[in-house]
């Protein structure tokens, strides 16, 4: 019941209703609280002035603009009368359950105070020309010469606010324990007694007479013990006079005295008691459908809770999961950081390692060359002529094969200082920048859209859509159809659309359907298996697009003919692999004996020569053929025969049997030809599917 606690407080005041009183606008109101926001009009705003002065307007025009607010600032929460000192420029308030409302009135003078009553409990008088707005609706009312009197009390909300408030008054104590009492747990309506659990079990057992009586607990039994009998609600403009009817055009209860004075004479009015009960049946039906709303509410109410609790499962699981990835993609930086440190190693490795071989060998060579030097030097400074000659040529020698060797390309560094190496990040660091959560879920079952879903002869057209809350990205769809037969299931479409219209199926056929999305994660769940049945009866016309083009079509290609001499062939546009068909053609000109042939073709039958002459159709010539005779065909692939009627009478046998594959209707004619076909006709009477033999005693 606590939730039913904000509908039994003022919108005003915020605390429990205190004599409530019903406006016209069906919201309830303190009776205090409603003469608090009474607002005095000024004389000239009056209807009783604006009648009295003859402006011409009219008592229902009046009606008219009493339903209009007061305050023409109503939306800014201010409100004004221009000219009127006693009611000045005032904020409205707010009440405690955030309704506005708008101030008091001024407080009257001292010398009017001597008019208010409070200790005989009697409102003081209500200002001429008062007005209420409601506090919840802001439906400004003018109150007549009754003033609040004239608005009926709510005596069934006051009942129930008392209710309330008894049920949450301290808890009840047994009746029959002897030094302390204890908390009652049941009370006994029979008796009028709060037991608790040993008294009750001690002074009421629920044994002999008294196993009938019932036992209730303790706050019920207070309510229905306090609960005081029905109040006769009283007339508010005859107040001696009970209500005993209630009228339906003005939806209020009414008493004789209301009936005679003429105001209610010509309306429908009713007893007060079938109204109550109509009215309350009525009440119970709505609050059946509302409960349906509010465990519907429930239910979703515990589905946004498990949803709250998987998004926090999801989300620790998630980001745990994002922590993993982006550790594993720091874990292998730092492996080819090794890796790549590695490589400079052995760069720096390899040069220091040449530098110091070039200086090794430099200096080895340099030292020769310096040791060569000093050697001449000290050969030069000999004054011995002869012993000069006899090694000069070989020193000299040595000089030029020394300076020789430290040629070009001798004093040049083997390798460069600087490293050759550049480490191209640029795309890694976009890469990382770039790094962003991609889709990696399947698309969820989509949604067969069952009010555009339909069949039409032998097509079917059916259309889905994604769910409501799904954001998983989708490449494309996949719609799946059985062969109408219980059969396995094939593609017949893939693509983005998701409407699609499969034809050519079987008539008289249930066929399975099923969809499902995919994108580039892969393939979702597919939808609900969707049954359609396509027409019992085949509907079609001749072909034109594989007739040959000496064949003339009319009457929307059900009326065909020739402009050839030799006999040209012409097929439906709808070809039968399955179940029982029959059709006719009536001859409409048959002249010179032509000669046109009648049955089944295959798609790839000649269409230059007759009918039947090749191996690719089955057809009955002539044979009693006329101006004005129809020609009936009887296909059943249920038996693989074919037969043939000529004006509804079966011409011989079964015409062909063992018939298998796809078969057109087709037929061949010339110039002096025309023939009208009749489609999607019953199956003859004489004829049953299924049987080992046509009933050839009707032939």
């Given at each position: 019941?606590?939730?039913?606690?904000?509908?039994?407080?003022?919108?005003?005041?915020?605390?429990?209703?205190?004599?409530?009183?019903?406006?016209?606008?069906?919201?309830?109101?303190?009776?205090?609280?409603?003469?608090?926001?009474?607002?005095?009009?000024?004389?000239?705003?009056?209807?009783?002035?604006?009648?009295?002065?003859?402006?011409?307007?009219?008592?229902?025009?009046?009606?008219?603009?009493?339903?209009?607010?007061?305050?023409?600032?109503?939306?800014?929460?201010?409100?004004?009368?221009?000219?009127?000192?006693?009611a000045p420029t005032t904020p409205c308030q707010?009440?405690?359950?955030?309704?506005?409302?708008?101030?008091?009135?001024?407080?009257?003078?001292?010398?009017?105070?001597?008019?208010?009553?409070?200790?005989?409990?009697?409102?003081?008088?209500?200002?001429?020309?008062?007005?209420?707005?409601?506090?919840?609706?802001?439906?400004?009312?003018?109150?007549?010469?009754?003033?609040?009197?004239?608005?009926?009390?709510?005596?069934?909300?006051?009942?129930?606010?008392?209710?309330?408030?008894?049920?949450?008054?301290?808890?009840?104590?047994?009746?029959?324990?002897?030094?302390?009492?204890?908390?009652?747990?049941?009370?006994?309506?029979?008796?009028?007694?709060?037991?608790?659990?040993?008294?009750?079990?001690?002074?009421?057992?629920?044994?002999?007479?008294?196993?009938?009586?019932?036992?209730?607990?303790?706050?019920?039994?207070?309510?229905?013990?306090?609960?005081?009998?029905?109040?006769?609600?009283?007339?508010?403009?005859?107040?001696?006079?009970?209500?005993?009817?209630?009228?339906?055009?003005?939806?209020?209860?009414?008493?004789?005295?209301?009936?005679?004075?003429?105001?209610?004479?010509?309306?429908?009015?009713?007893?007060?008691?079938?109204?109550?009960?109509?009215?309350?049946?009525?009440?119970?039906?709505?609050?059946?459908?509302?409960?349906?709303?509010?465990?519907?509410?429930?239910?979703?109410?515990?589905?946004?809770?498990?949803?709250?609790?998987?998004?926090?499962?999801?989300?620790?699981?998630?980001?745990?999961?994002?922590?993993?990835?982006?550790?594993?993609?720091?874990?292998?930086?730092?492996?080819?950081?090794?890796?790549?440190?590695?490589?400079?190693?052995?760069?720096?490795?390899?040069?220091?390692?040449?530098?110091?071989?070039?200086?090794?060998?430099?200096?080895?060579?340099?030292?020769?060359?310096?040791?060569?030097?000093?050697?001449?030097?000290?050969?030069?400074?000999?004054?011995?002529?002869?012993?000069?000659?006899?090694?000069?040529?070989?020193?000299?020698?040595?000089?030029?094969?020394?300076?020789?060797?430290?040629?070009?390309?001798?004093?040049?560094?083997?390798?460069?200082?600087?490293?050759?190496?550049?480490?191209?990040?640029?795309?890694?660091?976009?890469?990382?920048?770039?790094?962003?959560?991609?889709?990696?879920?399947?698309?969820?079952?989509?949604?067969?859209?069952?009010?555009?879903?339909?069949?039409?002869?032998?097509?079917?057209?059916?259309?889905?859509?994604?769910?409501?809350?799904?954001?998983?990205?989708?490449?494309?769809?996949?719609?799946?159809?059985?062969?109408?037969?219980?059969?396995?299931?094939?593609?017949?479409?893939?693509?983005?659309?998701?409407?699609?219209?499969?034809?050519?199926?079987?008539?008289?056929?249930?066929?399975?359907s099923r969809v499902k999305a995919f994108n580039?994660?892969?393939?979702?769940?597919?939808?609900?298996?969707?049954?359609?049945?396509?027409?019992?009866?085949?509907?079609?016309?001749?072909?034109?697009?594989?007739?040959?083009?000496?064949?003339?079509?009319?009457?929307?290609?059900?009326?065909?003919?020739?402009?050839?001499?030799?006999?040209?062939?012409?097929?439906?546009?709808?070809?039968?692999?399955?179940?029982?068909?029959?059709?006719?053609?009536?001859?409409?000109?048959?002249?010179?004996?032509?000669?046109?042939?009648?049955?089944?073709?295959?798609?790839?039958?000649?269409?230059?020569?007759?009918?039947?002459?090749?191996?690719?159709?089955?057809?009955?010539?002539?044979?009693?053929?006329?101006?004005?005779?129809?020609?009936?065909?009887?296909?059943?692939?249920?038996?693989?025969?074919?037969?043939?009627?000529?004006?509804?009478?079966?011409?011989?046998?079964?015409?062909?049997?063992?018939?298998?594959?796809?078969?057109?209707?087709?037929?061949?004619?010339?110039?002096?030809?025309?023939?009208?076909?009749?489609?999607?006709?019953?199956?003859?009477?004489?004829?049953?599917?299924?049987?080992?033999?046509?009933?050839?005693?009707?032939?």
């Open positions: 019941m606590d939730e039913m606690e904000e509908e039994l407080k003022c919108p005003v005041c915020g605390s429990f209703f205190r004599e409530p009183i019903i406006l016209p606008c069906s919201h309830n109101i303190c009776l205090a609280c409603a003469r608090n926001i009474l607002v005095q009009t000024p004389d000239a705003e009056s209807p009783q002035s604006s009648r009295a002065s003859g402006s011409g307007v009219s008592d229902y025009d009046y009606l008219d603009l009493d339903k209009m607010s007061l305050y023409s600032e109503a939306d800014s929460g201010y409100g004004s009368y221009g000219g009127f000192v006693s707010k009440s405690p359950n955030g309704v506005r409302v708008f101030p008091p009135t001024v407080p009257p003078p001292p010398q009017a105070q001597h008019h208010l009553l409070p200790h005989t409990g009697v409102l003081p008088p209500v200002p001429r020309n008062s007005c209420l707005t409601c506090p919840q609706c802001h439906r400004s009312l003018t109150l007549d010469d009754r003033g609040l009197r004239g608005f009926p009390k709510n005596r069934v909300l006051e009942g129930v606010v008392d209710r309330y408030q008894q049920s949450k008054a301290a808890a009840l104590k047994c009746q029959l324990c002897e030094k302390s009492p204890r908390e009652a747990t049941v009370m006994c309506e029979q008796c009028d007694v709060f037991y608790c659990d040993p008294c009750r079990l001690r002074c009421h057992p629920p044994r002999g007479p008294l196993a009938k009586h019932r036992l209730v607990p303790p706050a019920q039994g207070r309510i229905s013990r306090r609960a005081s009998p029905r109040k006769i609600s009283t007339c508010t403009e005859h107040e001696l006079e009970n209500l005993s009817m209630y009228c339906v055009q003005c939806k209020t209860p009414v008493c004789y005295q209301c009936l005679e004075d003429g105001k209610h004479s010509t309306h429908e009015v009713k007893a007060l008691g079938a109204m109550w009960k109509l009215h309350k049946g009525q009440l119970s039906q709505a609050l059946n459908v509302l409960s349906d709303r509010a465990t519907e509410a429930k239910e979703f109410l515990v589905q946004l809770r498990n949803m709250v609790q998987h998004i926090q499962e999801n989300g620790v699981e998630f980001e745990a999961c994002l922590v993993a990835q982006c550790d594993a993609l720091i874990e292998a930086l730092n492996r080819r950081k090794a890796q790549l440190l590695s490589r400079v190693t052995k760069e720096h490795e390899h040069k220091l390692s040449v530098v110091r071989d070039q200086i090794s060998h430099c200096t080895v060579k340099l030292r020769q060359t310096t040791g060569l030097m000093e050697y001449c030097l000290e050969v030069i400074k000999e004054n011995d002529p002869s012993g000069f000659l006899q090694i000069s040529d070989a020193l000299i020698r040595r000089v030029h094969m020394t300076e020789n060797q430290w040629g070009k390309g001798s004093l040049t560094p083997r390798m460069s200082s600087d490293f050759d190496l550049t480490l191209d990040s640029g795309p890694l660091l976009q890469t990382i920048h770039q790094l962003d959560f991609v889709q990696m879920k399947v698309p969820a079952a989509p949604i067969l859209q069952l009010e555009e879903c339909c069949t039409q002869t032998n097509s079917a057209t059916l259309s889905w859509k994604q769910p409501p809350l799904s954001t998983i990205a989708v490449d494309g769809y996949i719609l799946e159809l059985d062969d109408g037969n219980g059969g396995q299931f094939r593609e017949v479409y893939v693509g983005i659309e998701m409407i699609c219209t499969v034809d050519g199926l079987h008539f008289n056929s249930t066929y399975k580039s994660s892969g393939v979702g769940q597919y939808s609900k298996t969707l049954v359609m049945q396509t027409s019992e009866i085949a509907w079609f016309t001749f072909d034109p697009a594989s007739a040959h083009p000496d064949i003339i079509l009319s009457n929307d290609n059900l009326t065909v003919t020739c402009n050839s001499y030799d006999d040209r062939v012409v097929m439906g546009n709808t070809g039968f692999s399955r179940g029982v068909h029959y059709w006719e053609m009536t001859i409409d000109r048959y002249d010179n004996h032509p000669d046109p042939a009648f049955g089944v073709a295959r798609a790839d039958v000649l269409k230059d020569v007759m009918l039947g002459k090749d191996d690719k159709a089955w057809a009955i010539t002539d044979g009693g053929i006329s101006k004005g005779a129809t020609v009936g065909v009887l296909l059943d692939f249920s038996r693989g025969i074919l037969l043939f009627l000529i004006n509804d009478e079966q011409q011989g046998p079964v015409a062909f049997n063992t018939l298998e594959g796809m078969y057109y209707p087709a037929i061949s004619l010339n110039r002096n030809v025309q023939v009208t076909l009749h489609s999607g006709l019953p199956i003859p009477d004489f004829y049953t599917p299924g049987e080992s033999e046509a009933a050839g005693s009707v032939c």
